[in-house]
């Protein structure tokens, strides 16, 4: 493995932790500050680290007594010193205080890395679910692989 490749590791570990913890200043840390994110809800688009922060605080609160386990699956990562990307399919898991599983949905995810300083951070992030032909609506759970 590459060190890119255990940079881009560090950043998906990251990632997963500073959900289940709801802890934002981690998570925040993954991203550049002129990071743009195409997220799946809501939102066109959130231009730079303070938008998405605003975005990431709300979603963390919303929860409750709720955390979220994320896995990613089919993780495909690229690159060189310096720049790398990622893409997987990402599993979000609602799990109560106690520890039930509650719900859970799947997104496609894509990332931009690129270094600032020693460390990759995030410069553009974009999340996405297929559109059903027949009703119009998203698809957050992916078909298993036959």
Same mark, same amino acid.
């Given at each position: 493995?590459?060190?890119?490749?255990?940079?881009?590791?560090?950043?998906?570990?990251?990632?997963?932790?500073?959900?289940?913890?709801?802890?934002?200043?981690?998570?925040?840390?993954?991203?550049?500050?002129?990071?743009?994110?195409?997220?799946?809800?809501?939102?066109?688009?959130?231009?730079? +680290?303070?938008?998405?922060?605003?975005? *990431?605080?709300?979603?963390?609160?919303? @929860?409750?007594?709720?955390?979220? %386990?994320? !896995?990613?699956?089919?993780?495909?990562?690229?690159?060189?010193?310096?720049?790398?990307?990622?893409? +997987?399919?990402?599993?979000?898991?609602? *799990?109560?205080?106690?520890?039930?599983? @509650?719900?859970?949905?799947?997104? %496609?995810? !894509?990332?931009?890395?690129?270094?600032?300083?020693?460390?990759?951070?995030?410069?553009?992030?974009?999340?996405?679910?297929?559109?059903?032909?027949?009703?119009?609506?998203?698809?957050?759970?992916?078909?298993?692989?036959?």
């Amino acid at each position: 493995m590459s060190d890119t490749d255990k940079q881009v590791q560090r950043a998906l570990d990251t990632y997963q932790s500073a959900v289940l913890a709801k802890n934002v200043e981690t998570f925040m840390h993954l991203y550049d500050p002129d990071v743009r994110v195409f997220d799946t809800w809501g939102i066109w688009s959130y231009e730079g +680290a303070a938008a998405w922060r605003v975005a *990431v605080e709300g979603w963390f609160s919303s @929860l409750g007594d709720e955390r979220v %386990r994320v !896995t990613f699956q089919d993780v495909k990562i690229a690159g060189e010193q310096g720049f790398a990307s990622m893409s +997987a399919v990402v599993t979000y898991a609602g *799990v109560s205080a106690d520890g039930r599983a @509650l719900k859970e949905m799947q997104n %496609r995810i !894509t990332w931009v890395l690129q270094a600032s300083g020693h460390v990759l951070r995030i410069i553009h992030e974009h999340t996405s679910a297929p559109v059903g032909f027949e009703d119009a609506k998203a698809i957050l759970k992916r078909e298993s692989k036959t």
